[in-house]
């Protein structure tokens, strides 16, 4: 059954993450009833600085993994309304070099939560996935995924996070959870981690470095800003219905070269700065998501647009630059520098 009223205690996963702390402040700032659980494992791109100024009295960090049961178990405690998961390995690159955290974390830990909602009698899980795992579309512009397009994923990651899609579509059936999930496309916004493609480009350019470009730079991908897709979010888990899934996406294809050239245009750099790349293996070439599900059924729609939504993410990241610096180092940089060598890094 839909939630009729916002959960006053809900439980979020990877809520230190990007998309997780961007829905924790939309839920703080929007009712001050709201209690949130924030369970993250705080690997390579959770941040705790993602969590700064928010209500003690009403946001709990807890630091834990999703695959560890006990964890969950004695996190979730008694009268936990809804569960969250935006806990997830995603990051294609890092799954194709090893695919074993992503089965670990994806698959295992979203089962887990499931067992966990259950056993503590969760009114409702809500599954936060992605367009992905139906892998790639045609470079036909009238052809998009839908929520019953066959899954096709191409990466480890992508069939990583299909494999948790139908353990919650099972978990639904077999055992009557009250369950949502959502598909997004490419998200972008402040406090994403760098190594994600918008995020590293802006940081290149502003110190005048090159910005590594797979292939011929023509892969398209639909792209969102983080906090429609979190409102999104927010209306599927109170007014969804049970077992429902919601494909979200802001009609807003952009080709990967076409969002480096805004960015360069935005900031005042030269084209120059472009470096093409050995395209990865299997990369995807095209990601179009029809929301008519999402607009009609939850009244949603994006309220920003592609220059508005770019020009705020660009803003934030001169701003903090601090913020970009402690999170551009350890993990971050040893990966790059092996990748693409340390010219593209700071």
């Not at 579509?169 to 994600?196: M, S, V």
Request: hydrophobic share 40%; with cysteine.
């Amino acid at each position: 059954m839909p939630m009729a009223t916002m959960s006053t205690k809900l439980f979020v996963t990877g809520g230190a993450g990007f998309i997780g702390s961007a829905f924790i402040r939309l839920l703080l700032d929007r009712d001050d009833a709201t209690e949130i659980t924030n369970f993250d494992a705080l690997t390579y791109a959770g941040n705790l600085d993602n969590l700064q100024d928010l209500d003690p009295e009403r946001h709990h960090f807890i630091r834990g993994n999703i695959t560890d049961r006990e964890a969950v178990q004695a996190a979730l405690g008694d009268g936990t309304q809804a569960i969250i998961n935006f806990a997830a390995e995603s990051h294609v690159d890092r799954s194709i070099l090893s695919a074993d955290e992503f089965l670990r974390t994806n698959i295992l830990g979203t089962q887990v939560l499931l067992d966990a909602a259950r056993e503590r009698g969760v009114n409702r899980f809500l599954q936060v996935s992605t367009d992905e795992i139906m892998g790639s579309l045609l470079e036909d512009e009238t052809a998009y995924f839908t929520e019953s397009s066959a899954f096709a994923p191409n990466s480890p990651y992508a069939a990583s996070k299909a494999a948790a899609e139908h353990l919650v579509r099972a978990a639904h059936h077999t055992f009557g959870l009250d369950t949502i999930i959502t598909r997004c496309g490419n998200n972008y916004g402040p406090r994403q981690f760098p190594e994600k493609f918008l995020p590293l480009a802006v940081s290149n350019a502003l110190n005048d470095q090159s910005i590594p470009i797979y292939g011929d730079g023509r892969n398209v991908r639909d792209w969102i800003y983080v906090d429609d897709h979190c409102r999104a979010i927010l209306l599927a888990l109170e007014k969804g219905r049970s077992g429902e899934v919601f494909n979200i996406g802001a009609r807003n294809e952009r080709r990967n070269i076409e969002v480096a050239e805004s960015v360069l245009d935005a900031l005042g750099k030269p084209h120059s700065l472009l470096r093409f790349v050995k395209d990865r293996p299997g990369h995807d070439r095209r990601y179009a998501i029809d929301p008519t599900l999402a607009e009609a059924e939850l009244g949603w729609a994006p309220i920003e647009t592609w220059e508005s939504g770019l020009r705020k993410t660009i803003s934030w990241y001169q701003e903090n630059a601090r913020w970009v610096e402690r999170t551009r180092s350890g993990a971050y940089q040893t990966y790059y520098e092996q990748q693409y060598g340390t010219e593209v890094t700071s």
